[in-house]
């Protein structure tokens, strides 16, 4: 059995000793050439005019950028290289936890779930059925004493109209015993029917008596998709992130967009609520 959760505190300690792989100060040390050469790039960036007006200027600042390139590409590979044994370890680390341990508890725990699952449905099927069958019998019987009280009350009339006043007497209050019982058994019908109508959380609760571990229902909403390029996108719109929705717009952009010159910003403008503009940036090579 298990001891209980595991707490914030033994969390914490569980990386107290672990040295970290990586720091900032290491990567500095071992790439101390690449953070001078960026550094001589700053200071050559920074020497350069805010304001270009003839063609030579023009073409000293592009052989600055042409250089900034190189070195963005140099510094990439490095990364990527760098970076590729540490991916290497995440791998491994997730490959042992996720993959491997996690996986198998995971699977171990889905065929007991199934198992109580079911049982707690067949529980609160069973139970809901017993709480209906209740109310209908609590209905009969309020309806038998609403129909006892009713004769009751006929039969008084009927001994009044005959002069016997002592026995229409007696009658009368045996029909207003059974109208009294009828609506106490009529409240206790209202109860039962909204007992009858709970949700199946209440319905299948199983507390265990040794570990105290608690089993219920939980009713939610799921889904299949049937025909993908039939689902409407206004209703889903709202609750798509934004960095989606660029992306989605990029694209749609990138497959649509009219190639020829003639056409301007003003004509195209295919999608509601997005102004499409062209632009000309500077490329250096």
């Known amino acids: 059995m298990a001891n209980g959760p595991v707490t914030k505190e033994e969390l914490a ?3 107290d000793n672990l040295r970290p792989l990586i720091t900032t100060d290491m990567l500095t040390i071992d790439h101390r050439d690449l953070d001078a050469r960026v550094t001589e790039l700053e200071e050559i960036a920074a020497s350069q005019p805010t304001e270009v007006d003839d063609d030579v200027t023009q073409g000293r600042l592009q052989d600055v950028i042409k250089d900034i390139d190189k070195e963005q590409k140099k510094t990439e590979a490095i990364r990527v290289a760098v970076k590729e044994q540490y991916l290497v370890a995440e791998r491994t680390v997730d490959g042992f936890f996720k993959q491997g341990l996690q996986a198998r508890l995971s699977a171990i725990r889905i065929k007991l779930e199934k198992v109580g699952t079911s049982y707690l449905q067949r529980k609160a099927a069973a139970e809901r059925r017993r709480r209906e069958e209740e109310a209908r019998r609590l209905r009969e019987e309020e309806d038998r004493k609403r129909q006892e009280a009713f004769e009751a009350e ?3 009339a ?19 015993a059974a109208a009294a019982e009828a609506e106490d058994i009529g409240s206790q019908r209202i109860e039962a029917e909204a007992h009858a109508q709970a949700k199946p959380a209440e319905l299948g609760r199983t507390r265990s008596a040794e570990g105290g571990s608690l089993g219920t229902l939980k ?8 025909e993908a390029d039939g689902i409407p996108s206004a209703p889903l719109w709202p609750y ?11 694209a749609y952009i990138k497959a649509h967009a009219p190639t020829d010159e003639a056409t301007t910003s003003a004509d195209w403008q295919p999608l509601r609520g997005v102004k499409m503009y062209r632009t000309a940036k500077g490329v250096y090579r």
């Open 158 to 176: 009927r001994l009044r109209e005959q002069s016997r006043p002592t026995q229409a007497a007696a009658v009368e209050s045996d029909a207003r």
């Open 13 to 15: 300690g569980i990386g």
């Open 240 to 250: 798509i992130a934004r960095a989606a929705k660029e992306q989605a717009i990029r």
């Open 154 to 156: 006929a039969r008084a």
């Open 219 to 226: 009713q939610e909403w799921n889904f299949t998709i049937e």
